[in-house]
C-alpha cells in the first residue's frame, strides 16, 4: 500500500526524494570539503617528512593564519641537543588570489636533508629570486608548467619545477625571498626537525620545551589529526549552521509532502477506519510512508554525495572532499530525524479525522 | 434468534456552526441474527446517521445501542474500533474502495487491518467461495478504475464480507449502478443472506430495493414509522429500557 501510494503521486514524490537527498548531499559535501581540506592540508604537512614541528609562541596550528615568526639562528642552539639530525627553515606566505594556498619559502639543502628531497616531474630548482616550485596538482589545477609566470601574493614569479605532491605545500620559493617579501629577514615561520631516532620524539620535544620555553613543539605525526575538523571549534560552528539548516530543509519538505498527501487522502483514510484500523494504523502508515522517502532520499544523497565529490575534486584538483563512513551515518539518521519531525504533524491530524466527515470528504 | 443489534430511545444530535440538528429522535430498533432487512426513508430521515450509529462509526448522543451484546454509548474510539473491526462490514454508495490498490489488495487489506493476514485455511476457503458467489474471481488482479460499477461494488461485497463480520451494513449500495447491475448486487446480497446466514441490513430510499428484502423498516424524521417484522418483541422478553442522555 505504501509503494502504490508513492507511486500514485509521482511529482510529489521525487520532489520529496530530491529535498531528502538534497538534504544528505548538503551535509556530506560541505562536511566533506572542510574535513577534506584540514585532513589533506595535515597530511601533506606530515609529508614533508619531519618529527617534530616548531613554532614561535602564540602561533596557530593553522599555518595560513599564523604570521608569527622566530630568528632562524635559534636553530644552532636546537643543533646542540642529542638526536637532532637536521633542521630546516620555513617562511610561510599566504597567496589569497585565487582561494587560499600557502607558499612555503625554504632553504633547498635543509629542507632536502629532512625531506629526503623532492620527487621531479620537470625541471629544476629555484636559481632566481623571482622562481618557483610548484606541485603536479597545483600545475594540472592552474594549467601551469615550466617557463609559464604566475601571479603570487602580487609578485610575478617563474615556474622553474614541478614537483610530485604531498611536502607541505604547494608552491615553494626561495627563503630569501619569502623572508624579503614579508619584512622578516634573518626569521622563518617554523622549522621541521628531523631525528635519527624517530622513536625519541617525545623524548626530544621535552628537552626543546626546556630550551624554548612558551614555543610551539608538536610531533608532526600529531598534526594531521589536530587539522581535523573536529578540533576546531569555528569550523564546529559552520559544519552544525550547515546540518541545521539542511535539517530545515529537510523538515519541511517532508511536512509539506505529507500534509498534502492526507489531505488528498482523506478518504482514503476515512475507508480505513470504516474497516476498522485503529488511529495507530494511520499514524504508523503515514510514518512507514514517510520512512520510505527518507530511506530512499538518503540513499540518492549518498551516492550523489560521492558523485559530486568526484565531479568536483577533477573540476578542482587542489580541493579534497572527505566522506566518512561516521558522517554517512549521520547524514542518514538527520535525513530520517528531519521524516519524524516532518510527519509527526501530519500523521497525527490524519488519526484524528472523524471516520464520517473523511467517508464524506470530496 | 439472537439478537444483534439493538435500540432504545437512539438520539443522535449534530452540530452545525450554531445551529443543532436532530437526526434521530428516538429510534427503537432489535435486529436478529440472520436476517435480511431494508430500512428505508427519504432523503434527510436519518438513515445514514441510524447506519453509521450501528455501524460504530459515531456514538449516539443519547439512548442505549448494543452491538452483539456489547453496549456502545460509553465506549472511547478505540473500543468503538474494535466493534467496527470485529463485528461489521460495510458498503457504501459510492464504492469506496482504495484506488491504487488492485482488488486482491483491497480485499486483503481489510484482512490484514482484522489481523487475518497469516491466512488460515478456513479463511481462504471462505473468501474463495465468496468471490466465486459474487463472480469477481478472475478481477481481482485490476485497479477499481478497471472494473465497471457493478464490479467494483461487488469486490467491496467481498471486502466487506472477508472477516465474516456479525452484520454487514450497506448505505445505498446499488445508488451508483444502473437497473442492470443493481439487480446482480441486490441478489449477491441475498445469497449471502441465505447461503452463510449474513446478518444484512441495507439503507436505501429506492422503494424497489426494499422487494429483496424479508423485512422493512420504514423512516421518518429521525423515527421510525414502520416496521414489518413478523417475530413480536414481547416473545424475546422486555423491551430495552432507554439510557439518560449523555
Known amino acids: ?362 | 434468534m439472537k439478537t444483534l443489534l439493538e435500540t432504545a430511545g437512539l438520539r443522535k444530535v449534530y452540530t452545525a456552526g450554531k445551529i443543532q440538528i436532530e437526526a434521530l429522535r428516538g429510534v427503537d430498533l432489535r435486529i436478529r441474527e440472520g436476517e435480511l432487512v431494508a430500512i428505508m426513508g427519504p432523503s434527510g430521515c436519518g438513515k445514514s446517521t441510524l447506519m453509521h450509529v450501528l455501524g460504530a462509526m459515531t456514538k449516539p448522543t443519547a439512548g442505549k445501542v448494543v452491538i452483539d451484546g456489547q453496549e456502545i454509548s460509553g465506549m472511547g474510539d478505540n473500543e468503538l474500533t474494535r466493534i467496527r473491526r470485529d463485528k461489521i462490514g460495510f458498503v457504501f454508495q459510492k464504492f469506496n474502495l482504495l484506488p491504487t490498490l488492485t482488488a486482491r489488495v483491497n480485499i486483503d487489506i481489510a484482512r490484514y487491518i482484522h489481523g487475518n493476514g497469516v491466512r488460515s485455511n478456513g479463511h481462504d476457503q471462505h473468501l474463495r467461495e465468496i468471490l466465486r458467489l459474487l463472480m469477481i474471481e478472475n478481477k481481482m488482479g485490476r485497479k477499481p478504475s478497471e472494473l465497471s460499477g457493478g464490479e467494483q461494488q461487488r469486490v467491496a461485497i467481498a471486502r466487506a464480507v472477508a472477516n465474516q463480520p456479525a452484520i454487514l451494513l450497506a448505505d445505498e449500495p446499488t445508488g451508483s449502478l444502473d437497473s442492470k447491475n443493481s439487480e446482480v448486487v441486490l441478489n449477491m446480497f441475498r445469497e449471502l443472506n441465505r447461503k452463510f446466514r449474513q446478518t444484512v441490513i441495507l439503507v436505501t430510499h429506492n422503494p424497489e430495493l426494499a422487494a429483496f428484502t424479508d423485512r422493512l423498516i420504514e423512516m421518518r424524521d429521525g423515527v421510525i414509522v414502520g416496521d414489518n417484522d413478523s417475530v413480536s418483541w414481547d416473545t424475546e422478553g422486555e423491551l430495552a429500557q432507554p439510557a439518560p442522555s449523555v
Open chain 1, 1 to 362: 500500500m505504501i509503494i502504490a501510494g508513492l507511486k500514485a503521486r509521482p511529482v510529489r514524490t521525487t520532489v520529496s526524494l530530491l529535498a531528502v537527498a538534497l538534504e544528505v548531499v548538503l551535509i556530506l559535501v560541505v562536511v566533506g570539503l572542510t574535513s577534506g581540506i584540514s585532513d589533506e592540508t595535515g597530511r601533506r604537512t606530515e609529508g614533508v617528512g619531519a618529527d617534530i614541528l616548531l613554532q614561535p609562541p602564540n602561533s596557530s596550528l593553522f599555518l595560513a593564519l599564523s604570521n608569527t615568526t622566530m630568528p632562524i639562528v635559534l636553530r644552532e642552539r636546537l643543533r646542540e641537543l642529542p638526536g637532532i639530525k637536521a633542521i630546516t627553515p620555513v617562511q610561510t606566505l599566504v597567496n589569497s588570489s585565487a582561494g587560499l594556498e600557502i607558499i612555503y619559502g625554504i632553504e633547498p639543502d635543509t629542507f632536502d636533508a629532512v625531506s629526503n628531497g623532492f620527487i621531479w616531474h620537470k625541471g629544476r630548482l629555484f636559481n632566481a629570486p623571482d622562481d618557483v616550485v610548484v606541485d603536479d596538482i597545483y600545475a594540472k589545477a592552474k594549467g601551469v608548467t615550466v617557463g609559464d609566470t604566475v601571479e603570487l601574493v602580487n609578485h610575478k614569479f617563474k615556474v622553474c619545477g614541478v614537483v610530485e605532491h604531498g611536502k607541505g605545500a604547494r608552491l615553494f620559493i626561495s627563503l630569501k625571498t619569502a623572508q624579503e617579501m614579508t619584512g622578516q629577514t634573518g626569521k622563518a615561520s617554523l622549522f621541521f626537525i628531523k631525528l635519527t631516532d624517530p622513536d625519541r620524539v617525545e623524548t626530544a620535544i621535552a628537552e626543546i620545551k626546556r630550551l624554548l620555553e612558551g614555543y610551539g613543539v608538536i610531533p608532526l605525526r600529531e598534526y594531521a589529526r589536530l587539522m581535523m575538523s573536529n578540533s576546531m571549534p569555528a569550523l564546529d560552528a559552520f559544519i552544525s549552521s550547515v546540518v541545521f539548516i539542511a535539517l530545515c530543509i529537510g523538515v519541511l519538505v517532508i511536512f509539506l509532502s505529507m500534509y498534502t498527501t492526507i489531505t488528498e487522502r482523506t478518504r482514503e483514510i476515512g475507508i480505513l477506519r470504516s474497516l476498522g484500523a485503529s488511529k495507530t494504523f494511520i499514524v504508523t502508515l503515514i510514518f512507514e510512508e514517510s520512512a520510505a522517502v527518507c530511506s530512499a532520499g538518503a540513499l540518492i544523497g549518498i551516492g550523489s554525495s560521492f558523485l559530486i565529490a568526484r565531479i568536483i575534486m577533477a573540476v578542482f584538483p587542489t580541493l579534497t572532499i572527505l566522506i566518512t563512513p561516521d558522517w554517512i551515518t549521520r547524514a542518514v539518521i538527520f535525513a530520517v530525524l528531519s521524516g519524524i519531525i516532518g510527519t509527526l504533524y501530519p500523521s497525527l491530524k490524519a488519526a484524528k479525522q472523524d471516520p464520517v466527515e473523511a467517508l464524506a470528504y470530496e
